[in-house]
């Protein structure tokens, strides 16, 4: 299945505008973590309360889940996306070798968001703006990034090509309740904050 130029100017807006909405996030949280690491005292930008507080995230083991600030690595994955997106828009063609680099980086994207996720509900027990943000973008890049990727290969069994076009044909829906999922899940986790901002 070959999915038609327009589909991929689509994607590559997408690519673009996601890629820099998130290479923006990665980087203040970058600035911030900086800051936080030059002061200790340091309250940042986005410290709102208990539960919407950077400054309580930063200072946990997972924010540098490899040895180092985790927003580095978006920084870095990021550029790579908007880069992407910005060439396709040039009119690039891009090799399936690349394709399949960029669906490896957005498949682990995907699965170091949903375990940040979990540890910022469960473990951490308080969530980052900033890094909801990068949740937002890196959810709708992996979905369409892997869609594409199906589309165009070669040769799809018959299921997962019906699988591949059910997703394809309602991607709204997906990612509807992918976000509400989340957003359920945040609310669940943190009802006894929330019910106290209710007048």
């Not at 990665?26 to 539960?51: G, M, R, W």
């Not at 991607?171 to 359920?184: F, N, R």
Request: one cysteine or more; charged letters at 10%.
């Amino acid at each position: 299945m070959q999915s038609d130029a327009r589909g991929v100017r689509r994607l590559a807006v997408l690519l673009s505008v996601g890629g820099l909405i998130g290479l923006s996030a990665a980087a203040v949280l970058l600035v911030e973590k900086i800051a936080l690491l030059e002061d200790p005292t340091y309250i940042p930008s986005c410290s709102i309360n208990p539960i919407l507080s950077c400054g309580s995230v930063m200072k946990t083991s997972q924010a540098e889940a490899f040895g180092f600030p985790n927003p580095i690595i978006g920084i870095i994955g990021f550029a790579v996306v908007t880069t992407t997106g910005m060439a396709l828009l040039a009119g690039a063609q891009l090799k399936r070798w690349y394709w399949i680099g960029l669906q490896a980086g957005a498949t682990f994207g995907i699965g170091f968001v949903h375990w940040l996720i979990f540890q910022s509900l469960y473990r951490i027990d308080a969530l980052c703006p900033y890094c909801m943000v990068v949740w937002l973008v890196t959810i709708p890049l992996f979905l369409y990034v892997t869609i594409h990727n199906l589309r165009t290969a070669t040769r799809l069994p018959g299921p997962v090509a019906r699988v591949v076009t059910t997703a394809a044909d309602y991607h709204g829906v997906v990612l509807t309740v992918w976000y509400l999922a989340i957003t359920g899940l945040i609310a669940q986790r943190f009802w006894d904050y929330w019910q106290t901002l209710l007048p």
